[in-house]
T-cell receptor
């Protein structure tokens, strides 16, 4: 099956710093990837759709300048949380879609901002 | 209209019992309904999915029942096992490439020995 990886699996950063999260499709090419955010005991909320070679499409209410998305290649998308604050602490999950139109999710990245 | 409502929020079932999770949707444009299983600290994993042209789909101990007229679908886990303890999300989307997935609110299932 299709495999999506994320790095790092968990990260702790200080308030005001930036942190980058990588999402890779390991055995398929993904022109589109999705970034989700999940708070404890809650559902997944779509943040943005990442498109290779073009600008990401952000969901309503998601700050584009705070959550920078770069889809530099067909197998890599990155999410950078800029000037992180404690309220940005969350579980960030990416997904990618091979041609079969089934979305496969990464293992997630736990971000803690102190 | 984009919401997918899911119930119950939590569920405790004895080993060997049947776990039932229900979902309802409003958007009639949805035509693909996956269920995801998520363990703590992990990403969701696709469990089983159904299209509205069938009323039931079974894979092993997992069965989806679909009622198109009522815009409802449910997941049945037969012979529930402690290893099934996880959070389950129903979802809905428009099929075709690169469409958003709308998730339900999740059901935390605990299967007790």
């Amino acid at each position: 099956g299709a495999v999506v990886s994320q790095h790092p699996s968990w990260v702790i950063c200080k308030s005001g710093t930036s942190v980058k999260i990588e999402c890779r499709s390991l055995d398929f090419q993904a022109t589109t990837m999705f970034w989700y955010r999940q708070f404890p005991k809650q559902s997944l909320m779509l943040m943005a759709t990442s498109n290779e070679g073009s600008k990401a499409t952000y969901e309503q209410g998601v700050e584009k300048d705070k959550f920078l998305i770069n889809h530099a290649s067909l197998t890599l998308s990155t999410l950078t949380v800029t000037s992180a604050h404690p309220e940005d602490s969350s579980f960030y999950i990416c997904s990618a879609e091979p041609k079969s139109y089934e979305q496969y999710f990464g293992p997630g990245t736990r971000l803690t901002v102190t | 209209q984009q919401q997918v409502k899911q119930s119950p929020q939590s569920l405790i079932v004895q080993k060997g019992g049947i776990s039932i999770i229900n979902c309802a949707y409003e958007n009639t444009a949805f035509d693909y309904f996956p269920w995801y299983q998520q363990f703590p600290g992990k990403g969701p994993a696709l469990l089983i999915a159904i299209r509205p042209d069938v009323s039931e789909k079974k894979e092993g101990r997992f069965t989806i029942s679909f009622n198109k007229s009522a815009k409802q679908f449910s997941l049945h886990i037969m012979d529930s096992q402690p290893g099934d303890s996880a959070t389950y999300f129903c979802a809905a989307r428009i099929s075709g490439g690169y469409q958003k997935v709308t998730f339900g609110t999740g059901t935390k299932l605990q299967v007790i020995p």
